[in-house]
């Protein structure tokens, strides 16, 4: 264990040098994994900010410091390739606005069955937003989240090359990739590196300083029926908000169908 921590502190340094952005209503990397068909799942993101950004990105907009964000986001398992979702509420406290609501999201994610077991895995995500404006200033906007990844046992690196759209045009696409290198203890922890970064329009990236970069020291533990993620973020760049807290709990509400017998079996 002393040694696998030292491997996860010196990727952390190491990764301290790429870009990274948290996503401020749901700071994940996925991993493929999908709800069981028939089964209905529930996983609440909440996110504090302690120390963010301090100015109002435009009038009326959410302000990152010493804000609290959070979603609630419902799965549905339809095949063992394809999981349907829905993001609602999702909302947020800021010092200037207070509470709100900041619209909901849809969300359809395919990926390669039974993509926990497998050592390469493969999928996509696509979620469409419907935005207050106190949010975004775009009233839709659409994320597009390829990803690829390897469980090597005990080492997991997976890699979402997530690109965004406010069907402003291709030209504005913004690439805004996650990734993350974990390990897994055979205690059920899982110690992780995560980074979240935000480049810019893929057609010409943003300036250095422009760009916002976080890092994340994360924790995941499996305890009975449920699953808890916790992490640590710090800014790289003026850009990027300076310290941000994650914790994700989630848990599936009713057990899979078992499929029916044949004739002549119990």
């Not at 504005?172 to 897994?184: D, G, K, T």
């Not at 908000?241 to 989630?250: A, E, Q, Y």
């Amino acid at each position: 264990m002393r040694r696998a921590a030292i491997i996860f502190f010196t990727l952390t340094w190491v990764l301290s040098a790429a870009a990274a952005r948290a996503q401020t209503d749901e700071i994940q990397v996925y991993d493929g994994g999908l709800a069981p068909v028939g089964v209905f799942n529930l996983t609440w993101h909440n996110n504090v900010i302690p120390m963010g950004q301090t100015a109002q990105p435009y009038p009326g907009a959410v302000v990152a410091d010493r804000s609290f964000n959070g979603v609630a986001e419902w799965a549905l398992g339809v095949t063992n390739w394809f999981e349907a979702g829905l993001y609602l509420p999702l909302y947020s406290h800021d010092k200037n606005e207070g509470w709100g609501i900041n619209g909901f999201k849809l969300r359809a994610l395919f990926a390669v069955p039974h993509a926990d077991d497998r050592r390469f895995f493969y999928g996509a995500n696509f979620e469409f937003s419907v935005n207050a404006r106190r949010w975004d200033p775009t009233r839709f906007t659409s994320e597009v989240r390829p990803m690829v990844g390897w469980h090597l046992k005990p080492w997991d690196i997976i890699i979402n090359p997530i690109v965004d759209t406010a069907y402003d045009g291709l030209k504005n696409l913004e690439f805004v990739p996650a990734s993350r290198i974990a390990y897994n203890f055979s205690s059920g922890w899982s110690l992780a590196a995560e980074e979240y970064d935000d480049f810019g329009p893929l057609h010409h990236f943003a300036a250095a300083a422009e760009q916002a970069h976080q890092l994340y020291g994360v924790v995941d533990r499996t305890w009975k029926d449920w699953d808890f993620e916790a992490g640590v973020g710090v800014g790289l760049t003026e850009a990027s908000d300076r310290l941000t807290l994650k914790l994700i709990v989630s848990r599936d509400l009713n057990k899979p169908r078992r499929p029916s017998p044949l004739p002549g079996q119990p």
